[in-house]
Each structure stands twice: as C-alpha cells, then as structure tokens.
C-alpha cells in the first residue's frame, strides 16, 4: 500500500506540471482555435494512475517501475493532449520510443529474462502493421497517431507478453466503442463525427497492464 500511496503523491505532482504545459498551450498549434480547456482533471488522473502503476510494479518487479511510470507520465498527457485537439504529438509517441528501449533492456537485465525484449520488439511490430492496415481500410476511423501510438503501447505492454497485447486491442476498442455509443446516445455526437481514440487506447493499457501476471 505505502508504494502506491507514494507514487500517487509523485503523479500528482507529475500531472500539475503537465497541467501547466497543456494550460500554456505548448501542445497547440495557432490552427487550434476553440479556448483552453481548464485541465484541473490532470494531477488528479495523475495521483490514480501513478497509485496503481506504481502497485502493480511493486508486484511485478522493481525493475520495471521506470518503464512503465515513464508510460503513465506520457500516457496521462497523451489523453489530454487527445481529447482537447484530437491530436497525438511524435514528441509523444515516437521520440519516447528509444528510451523505453533502454528502460526496458534495463528491466530484462534486472530481472534476467531477455527473450522479452524479442517479445516486445516482435509485438510493437505485429501491431504497428495491424494498425496500419485497419487506418489505410477505415481513414475516417484510426489515424496516423493512433498508428504511431499502437507501436508504442505494443512494445511497452509486449515485455509483460503477448497475451498482454491481445487484452489491451480487445479493452482498448471495447472503451472506445462504449464511449462512442454512449455519446450517439446522449446526442453529444453523431457515427460521422470524429472521436479521439488515444484514451481509450490509453485506458486499455491501463487495465491490461494492471491484469498482466507475475513475471
């Protein structure tokens, strides 16, 4: 219990920082023209998410803590980023991707299983295609960031397994789906409009990650 209490404390903080960036509108663009959402949502998602990756890295092994809160930071300001613009940044989802690469050889190390990394790369891969080929067949549904995105949650979610992956694809497009209906059904959105699938992406992570088993 005290390490999740002591991580939610750290992604409090984490996410009044990222609230500051977001509220300053670094991940604007000058085409961005609705007005800055308030964000007070973000340290509060922050201390949760934080709180339960940081749980479930005490259970699995210490060694996999700077991945996978390194994850839950861009993750947590992917969804914002998402939901006010509809736009998933390179800055976060492909530039992040080396260092989780050695965050992840660092955890193979300490926790002397390196087949996982093979696991991991072949799973960012698999998906990455996936991915690819459902926004080329559907454009007005997944798009390139989704895309960019996938690659990245399939190789972070990859080292804990492959049955990891499979979970997050179904609970990923399971919320994205229940939240779009939720939305027709409520009239705040029509089956043409277009929806911001990073955090439902993002949430399925979430969960698969928390259901992932023992190393």
Known sequence: MLPAVLFALVGAVVGWGERRSLRAGEWRRPSDATAVPRFDWVPVLGAVVFGLVGWKCAALSWWTAPAYLLFAGIGLLLVAV??????????????PLPVFAVLLVLASAGAGQWSRLVVALGCGVVVGLVFL???????????LGDVKLAVQIGSVLGWLGASVVVSWV????????????ALVITRRATRKTHLAFGPPLLLGALLALLGAGPL
């Open 133 to 143: 080929l459902l926004a080329l067949a559907v454009p007005s549904g997944l798009g």
């Open 82 to 95: 998402d939901a006010d613009v509809h736009r998933l940044p390179d800055k976060l989802t492909v530039w």
């Open 170 to 181: 179904f609970l990923g497009f399971l919320a994205g789906g229940l939240w779009a209906a």
